[in-house]
């Protein structure tokens, strides 16, 4: 295996599944180091974005290098890490009162309304690293709260490039991954198809 072949094979092992959960669904079942049919067609896809703010800057640095990305806007399923005060609040004032104290405690806490009482969410977090730093904060706090796994439905960005041969295709991922932000992956074109086909809005805006 050449070292383009090492590079291609360390960025799918690095790229996340879309979903976390205990059985991950496989995104990429294999990342062939050979072209195989010459007619064959393959695709350079960015890593999942989940912050419209990161999906518009990578969007950026793709246009200021000449790299004609397209968009895909998708909705994925994605685990959501919750952290609330465990207390429920029949008066406003009081929830008010609660968020206040942890706020000045540096706990970035908002009011919610799950039900007919108010209560205080103190995160909602998609990245496991940062559930981790913020569940550690809330444990050196020394005070109660609530933790809470599930799953969610919300929009996700992804960019793609024109489908090309073998060769093209490679050559464009060694130019997206040195930019060091996109984690692409290369995949074959019916595979890609499989995947995102009807998620493809068309040219990054």
Do not use: C
């Amino acid at each position: 295996m050449g070292v383009l072949g090492l590079l291609l094979w360390a960025a799918w092992a690095a790229w996340q599944p879309p979903v976390m959960r205990a059985e991950p669904r496989p995104v990429l079942q294999h990342l062939a180091d050979r072209p195989g049919e010459a007619s064959e067609l393959w695709r350079v896809v960015s890593r999942r974005m989940i912050v419209p703010k990161a999906a518009e800057e990578l969007g950026q640095s793709l246009r200021e290098r000449g790299l004609p990305a397209i968009l895909i806007a998708h909705q994925e399923q994605v685990e959501l890490h919750a952290f609330d005060d465990p207390r429920s609040f029949d008066k406003r004032e009081d929830a008010v009162a609660a968020r206040n104290e942890w706020k000045k405690a540096g706990f970035d806490a908002e009011l919610i309304k799950p039900d007919e009482n108010f209560g205080v969410a103190l995160g909602r977090l998609y990245m496991v690293a940062y559930a981790q730093q913020l569940q550690r904060r809330l444990d050196n706090a020394g005070r109660e709260f609530t933790y809470e796994r599930r799953l969610v439905l919300i929009p996700t960005w992804r960019f793609t490039f024109a489908p090309a041969p073998y060769a093209e295709a490679s050559a464009l991922w060694v130019q997206v991954q040195a930019m060091g932000v996109a984690d692409p992956v290369l995949m074959r074109e019916s595979r890609f198809h499989a995947m995102f086909g009807d998620a493809v809005a068309g040219a990054a805006p």
